[in-house]
């Protein structure tokens, strides 16, 4: 059956594929004829941080009665900066010593100032300043002392790291030549102040290509997809293959999929050239979706992912204030789990169509997030339709992660990539369609914002304020069919 | 981890049940394109990639595609 006029050819696909579902789920039939989608969009970060030009294109095709090939393929230009690792500001003071009291660190954010004790370790970072023959003060004299503060990170061998916080710090005070009275020993404390991000000096490039084919048949009221892909980057390389079972039931108003996939990755880091390390994902999906009414969907499906192997980033580093500069070290392994959720309701006075997503997910990193998603599309006649969407993210933070650490953990894990910090994000978007009618021809611009802060965490504060940065997705999309 | 699982599965039957057969000549208002679970397939993929890059949990209606060293 070929549908000649473009708008029925939609319509008639769009009622074979009931119950409506997407690509993710779509039903027992392949597609009536050939169609392309390309899509360019251009994703800019604020500052002086990553861009990224997306050139993306799919495209299907009928083979016969029961089968269909499809392609996927992406061509991502990156470049900027990103950040590597995070410094404090550190000043050092003097204050009068209780006599029981440990040497002590102060982290100060901007809302707290923290107090650690000092643990004695064989090469102590703090040094008591003992002043036995002191004479009285009017004030202890506090004088800054430089600590060395790293110069930004340059993606080259001869990476310069600042040294760590070893060696014992001039004593401050000048003790006076005249005799008071004996007063407290004075103690030497370093105050760490608001923290900073250090990015890549040097702005570097890359691309990644993407190439993934997929392969269907179809029997009965069944789907079995079989998918194939490899991506490539200078500093990555990513193979993998997937396999999805569908069916339908319930007269067509329920659709089950099983999915599994497994990814084989190596990674590698531009600055150093003898780094290689590899990692393994395996992704179950059971996905649901069901007609609830002649003018609502729903669909509801559970991912669980096992991920082995190198999970660190090899550019990230950490800041432990006794130690130095350190890689980021993360567990091997990681079990995730996410469940997401889909509502669509026809709204017929405005034959508008509102979409509720709703995700909850967690890992054993101690990561959970919720994810709430509405949109809201409206047709404005003449085959145009206006899109409006807003998201809202939020997640905790990883056990592991610090924006800097004061000293050794004993599990020997450490992060300070802000993204595993705890935050909220919030973005919004606006998306116009038109399709045309006398060629059947698709368009569509889009326009999105996203905003991080880490005060919109559920269980937020500002502490880790220093990585909030927003950025911009705009696209244009053509879809034809043939 | 299998809890999760079966009560993931439970709990999908339950928000199942109770729905109305819609005959396939009454789906004229699901087969709309804006109907669809997701109208804009290609855009959401590039968007999902985005947020894959920069938040800790994934994941969604789909598998997801290759690993990239996003940072």
């Known amino acids: ?482 | 981890m299998s809890k999760f699982f079966h009560c993931g599965v439970f709990a999908m039957t339950l928000l199942l049940s109770g729905c109305t057969t819609v005959k396939p000549w009454e789906r004229g208002i699901l087969a709309k394109p804006h109907m669809a679970l997701e109208p804009s397939p290609g855009y959401a993929q590039i968007m999902q990639h985005s947020f894959f890059s920069k938040e800790a949990i994934t994941g969604g209606a789909g598998l997801g595609g290759s690993g990239c060293g996003c940072n």
């Open chain 1, 1 to 482: 059956m070929v549908a000649t006029n473009p708008s029925l050819a939609a319509l008639t696909a769009a009622a074979l594929a009931l119950p409506g579902i997407s690509s993710e789920a779509q039903a027992a039939s392949p597609v009536l004829s050939p169609e392309a989608e390309f899509n360019f969009a251009y994703y800019n970060e604020n500052g002086r941080r990553m861009a990224v030009e997306i050139y993306q294109i799919d495209a299907k095709a009928p083979v016969g009665s029961e089968f269909e090939l499809s392609f996927h393929g992406v061509k991502d230009v990156i470049s900027g900066a990103s950040p590597i690792f995070n410094l404090p500001d550190i000043t050092t003071e003097s204050v009068p010593q209780s006599p029981r009291a440990a040497p002590t660190v102060h982290a100060r954010s901007r809302a707290s100032i923290i107090a650690v004790p000092i643990i004695p370790r064989p090469t102590p970072p703090l040094i008591t300043t003992p002043t036995p023959d002191i004479k009285p003060l009017p004030e202890p004299i506090i004088e800054p002392t430089p600590v060395p503060i790293a110069e930004p990170v340059v993606p080259s061998d001869s990476e310069p790291t600042p040294a760590p916080i070893s060696k014992p710090i001039a004593d401050p005070v000048t003790p006076p030549t005249h005799d008071v009275p004996q007063q407290l020993p004075l103690q030497t404390r370093y105050v760490f102040g608001p923290v900073r991000q250090q990015f890549t000096t040097q702005g570097f490039t890359d691309e990644r290509n993407v190439f993934d084919t997929g392969f269907s048949y179809f029997i009965g009221d069944h789907k079995l997809t079989l998918n194939g892909g490899a991506s490539h980057e200078n500093d990555y390389v990513s193979n993998y293959g997937s396999a999805t079972w569908q069916g339908e039931f319930n007269d067509k108003t329920t659709t089950v999929s099983f999915g599994f996939s497994y990814l084989d990755d190596t990674v590698r880091a531009i600055n150093r050239p003898w780094f290689s390390a590899g990692k393994t994902s395996r992704q179950y999906l059971l996905s649901v979706a069901q007609v609830l009414s002649k003018t609502s969907l729903l669909q509801s499906s559970l991912n669980f992912s096992v991920d082995q192997g190198f999970l660190s980033d090899p550019y990230k580093r950490v800041y432990i204030a006794d130690t130095g500069i350190v890689d980021d070290q993360r567990p091997n392994e990681r079990y995730q789990w996410a469940w997401f959720n889909r509502y669509v309701q026809h709204i017929p006075a405005l034959d508008a169509a509102l979409h509720f997503d709703y995700r909850f997910g967690f890992n054993d990193w101690r990561v959970a997030a919720h994810t709430f998603q509405i949109a809201w599309y409206q047709p404005l006649g003449q085959q145009w339709q206006l899109a409006l969407q807003g998201r809202y993210y939020t997640q905790s933070s990883a056990s592991f992660y610090q924006p800097y650490f004061l000293t050794h953990r004993d599990e020997g894990t450490y992060s300070s990539d802000y993204r595993l910090a705890a935050f909220g994000a919030l973005s919004g978007g606006i998306k116009l369609i038109k399709q045309f009618t006398d060629i059947p021809l698709k368009t569509e611009i889009a326009f999105d914002y996203y905003r991080r802060q880490a005060e919109w965490a559920f269980n937020g504060s500002a502490v880790d304020a220093f990585a909030d940065y927003s950025f911009t997705l705009a696209s244009v999309t053509l879809s034809y069919r043939f």
